[in-house]
């Protein structure tokens, strides 16, 4: 028996006493980018959208209207989770982020931005901890609004299957049918990356979601 088994022995006067302490609670703020309006409802630009309803439905959270966007919480183990879809449009998602993030007293740490991605094929999935915002302008906004660009990003590919100078009308643009079937199954696992990173952090939830 070694010395803190016979500690335990000894001073514990119940279990409850004795027991492990729990984890420490940890928040963090997991935001959708897109736009809002029946418009743009199911377009490549709104993937962000696509998986936080997801994750709030996996985590079976409800979104409220609030101030700057659609905001759904809930706890999965150690983390709280507030879910954000910015009403902004994507332009400005910096005000939204900037106000939850201030709102709900969450560092830049435990932020994490799902957005489109052009570079990437339909449905491949890259998170970073950090980087520039590759030309996407809801990226672009947040760092600028938040003053850094030292946050975790997840970046969906939407691919680029479109002729020279139609990339506004393709980004703003439905899946096709084929399109949609691979996009809604890639939306289940992105979820599942947003979860890793609250719970596995980032390290592990690159290693384990990036190859997928």
């Excluded at 279990?15 to 609670?25: D, F, L, T, V």
């Excluded at 400005?92 to 740490?109: D, T």
Aim: aromatic residues 8%; proline residues 4%; charged residues 25%.
């Amino acid at each position: 028996m070694n010395v803190l088994n016979l500690f335990r022995k000894w001073f514990c006067r119940n279990e409850k006493a004795c027991a492990e302490p729990n984890p420490p609670i940890m928040k963090y703020l997991i935001a959708g980018l897109g736009n809002i309006g029946d418009e743009y409802a199911g377009t490549r630009h709104n993937i962000g959208f696509c998986v936080a309803d997801q994750l709030a439905k996996d985590i079976n959270a409800t979104f409220e209207d609030k101030r700057y966007g659609f905001v759904a919480k809930g706890r999965v183990k150690n983390a709280e989770l507030v879910i954000l879809k910015p009403s902004t449009y994507m332009n400005l998602s910096g005000n939204a982020v900037r106000y939850w993030l201030q709102k709900e007293r969450i560092e830049p740490q435990r932020l994490l931005v799902i957005c489109d991605d052009l570079s990437l094929p339909l449905g491949k999935l890259r998170m970073r901890p950090a980087g520039s915002d590759g030309g996407h302008n809801g990226l672009k906004h947040i760092a600028q609004t938040i003053g850094t660009e030292q946050y975790a990003r997840l970046k969906f590919g939407i691919g680029n299957d479109f002729p020279r100078g139609a990339q506004i009308d393709y980004v703003l643009g439905a899946f096709t049918d084929e399109e949609r079937s691979v996009a809604e199954e890639r939306v289940k696992v992105a979820a599942q990356a947003a979860k890793s990173f609250c719970l596995a952090g980032i390290g592990i939830t690159m290693n384990q979601f990036n190859r997928k």
